[in-house]
């Protein structure tokens, strides 16, 4: 099946994953404008009022660069709608996506129908986090044109499995759009991911060391000084398993290494009830793909680096060939 037309065609086949409290307009319109999809999450817009200025922000600021610059448009720009019973502002977040026709959004934790309606009303795609072959089928059978296979060593709410392992399975019967979360830091793995099947690499915590993103300056520096084995999976912080700098767990006073299990049950974004610090004010979700993260950097020097690694992995592979 070929890619919806929004997604065709992107100078760098790479999704930047939309980071809670991080993404920002600047961040999402500088990931655009440096040819890869930029995202954000709605709920980081405070308050809700603030999210129809931040679009307005993002929509002008993407008209203006392709003005000047059409030999060299912008990436189109995804927002994420967090679906869960838990979220109140859904309705009017989608109200709001509708009036400046948002060209994908990226939907997590659930997957529903009337969502993906509104969406495709505007004419826009919906992409949908799954971490299972089985929530894959779900998300499919309930409308989403595409998925994001959040597998293992994923920043923030990770899955389990093997990239590997979900790609494949995924791959077996769904011919339509294919992200892969998941260690993604290097052009060359975003080049791996698409030998494995997928369409696109998604890196997020490679934007969290840049100078647009959102995050406190010794957040950045962790991930900078961070490697795979830094990263701490728990459930304690929302109610879901996600992953975190360890670093930031033991600043919190807690013990990485012997976190209680939190109740899924009550799921939260503002901390688990158990939590002596605020997720992700100050437990920092982070991904086991940090250590190719060497500096801080602008984002559009971060991709510059990832298209230069994508171009000599290709270039590997053809000379081996």
């Given at each position: 099946?070929?890619?919806?037309?929004?997604?065709?065609?992107?100078?760098?086949?790479?999704?930047?994953s939309p980071l809670f409290i991080i993404s920002n307009p600047r961040l999402v319109i500088e990931?655009?404008?440096?040819?890869?999809?930029?995202?954000?999450?709605?709920?980081?817009?405070?308050?809700?009022?603030?999210?129809?200025?931040?679009?307005?922000?993002?929509?002008?600021?993407?008209?203006?660069?392709?003005?000047?610059?059409?030999?060299?448009?912008?990436?189109?720009?995804?927002?994420?709608?967090?679906?869960?019973?838990?979220?109140?502002?859904?309705?009017?977040?989608?109200?709001?996506c509708a009036k400046y026709k948002v060209p994908i959004v990226i939907t997590s934790l659930g997957?529903?129908?009337?969502?993906?309606?509104?969406?495709?009303?505007?004419?826009?795609?919906?992409?949908?986090?799954?971490?299972?072959?089985?929530?894959?089928?779900?998300?499919?059978?309930?409308?989403?044109?595409?998925?994001?296979?959040?597998?293992?060593?994923?920043?923030?709410?990770?899955?389990?499995?093997?990239?590997?392992?979900?790609?494949?399975?995924?791959?077996?019967?769904?011919?339509?759009?294919?992200?892969?979360?998941?260690?993604?830091?290097?052009?060359?793995?975003?080049?791996?991911?698409?030998?494995?099947?997928?369409?696109?690499?998604?890196?997020?915590?490679?934007?969290?060391?840049?100078?647009?993103?959102?995050?406190?300056?010794?957040?950045?520096?962790?991930?900078?000084?961070?490697?795979?084995?830094?990263?701490?999976?728990?459930?304690?912080?929302?109610?879901?398993?996600?992953?975190?700098?360890?670093?930031?767990?033991?600043?919190?006073?807690?013990?990485?290494?012997?976190?209680?299990?939190?109740?899924?049950?009550?799921?939260?974004?503002?901390?688990?009830?158990?939590?002596?610090?605020?997720?992700?004010?100050?437990?920092?979700?982070?991904?086991?793909?940090?250590?190719?993260?060497?500096?801080?950097v602008p984002t559009r020097e971060l991709v510059a680096r990832l298209k230069r690694e994508y171009?000599?992995?290709?270039?590997?592979?053809?000379?081996?060939?």
């Amino acid at each position: 099946m070929p890619l919806p037309p929004v997604l065709a065609n992107l100078p760098l086949p790479i999704i930047g994953s939309p980071l809670f409290i991080i993404s920002n307009p600047r961040l999402v319109i500088e990931q655009c404008k440096a040819g890869v999809v930029g995202s954000m999450p709605s709920l980081n817009a405070r308050p809700a009022s603030q999210l129809d200025e931040w679009l307005a922000e993002i929509t002008e600021g993407l008209a203006a660069w392709n003005r000047d610059h059409p030999e060299q448009p912008a990436a189109p720009y995804a927002i994420n709608q967090i679906v869960h019973k838990s979220n109140d502002r859904l309705d009017h977040d989608m109200q709001v996506c509708a009036k400046y026709k948002v060209p994908i959004v990226i939907t997590s934790l659930g997957a529903r129908q009337d969502v993906n309606e509104a969406v495709h009303a505007w004419g826009g795609v919906v992409l949908h986090d799954i971490i299972n072959n089985a929530f894959a089928h779900k998300a499919i059978e309930k409308g989403a044109d595409g998925l994001i296979a959040v597998a293992a060593g994923a920043g923030g709410h990770a899955g389990t499995l093997s990239p590997f392992a979900l790609v494949q399975e995924i791959r077996q019967w769904f011919d339509g759009p294919v992200a892969l979360s998941g260690s993604i830091a290097t052009g060359a793995a975003v080049l791996a991911a698409q030998a494995m099947g997928a369409d696109f690499g998604y890196i997020g915590s490679a934007f969290i060391a840049t100078e647009e993103a959102r995050a406190m300056e010794g957040y950045k520096q962790m991930i900078v000084d961070s490697g795979a084995s830094d990263i701490v999976y728990s459930n304690l912080f929302t109610g879901v398993h996600g992953n975190y700098l360890r670093g930031s767990i033991v600043n919190a006073g807690l013990d990485p290494d012997h976190l209680p299990v939190s109740d899924a049950s009550k799921m939260s974004f503002g901390g688990g009830e158990n939590a002596a610090k605020k997720a992700w004010k100050d437990i920092w979700g982070c991904g086991q793909g940090i250590g190719a993260v060497k500096a801080v950097v602008p984002t559009r020097e971060l991709v510059a680096r990832l298209k230069r690694e994508y171009d000599e992995a290709r270039r590997r592979l053809c000379a081996d060939a």
